[in-house]
Nanobody, 119 residues
Framework: QVQLVESGGGLVQAGGSLRLSCTAS????????VGWFRQAPGKEREYVAA?????HYADSVKGRFTISRDSAKNTVYLQMSSLKPEDTAVYYC???????????????WGQGTQVTVSS
């Protein structure tokens, strides 16, 4: 069993930056894919980025967001820059064995962290 805890969300103005963290306990991340997803009110959960041996990004965040891993801390980060109001959502990290943009492929989820970008 893997427990995931996200942190780092908050309120930021458009053009600003935030760094989200996803820390795992119960099992190391090293053999798993870790993905970041987001969900705005009334919308489906949307893929943002994923990391295992390499990194992948949704087109909507490419060039603005960076996903990275600190194996010693069993933590995956999402550095978000040039934030836009449309980035406002609850951000979730998930962990699974298949590198996918489909949230159904992820086995474990955190509780989410709110990111609000004001215009």
């Amino acid at each position: 069993q893997v427990q995931l805890v996200e942190s780092g969300g908050g309120l930021v103005q458009a053009g600003g930056s935030l760094r989200l963290s996803c820390t795992a306990s119960g099992r190391t991340f090293s053999n798993y894919v870790v993905g970041w997803f987001r969900q705005a009110p009334g919308k489906e959960r949307e893929y943002v980025a994923a990391i295992r041996f390499d990194t992948h990004y949704a087109d909507s965040v490419k060039g603005r967001f960076t996903i990275s891993r600190d194996s010693a801390k069993n933590t995956v980060y999402l550095q978000m820059s040039s934030l836009k109001p449309e980035d406002t959502a609850v951000y979730y990290c998930g962990s699974g064995r298949i590198n996918s943009d489909d949230p159904r492929q992820y086995l474990y989820w955190g509780q989410g962290t709110q990111v609000t970008v004001s215009s």
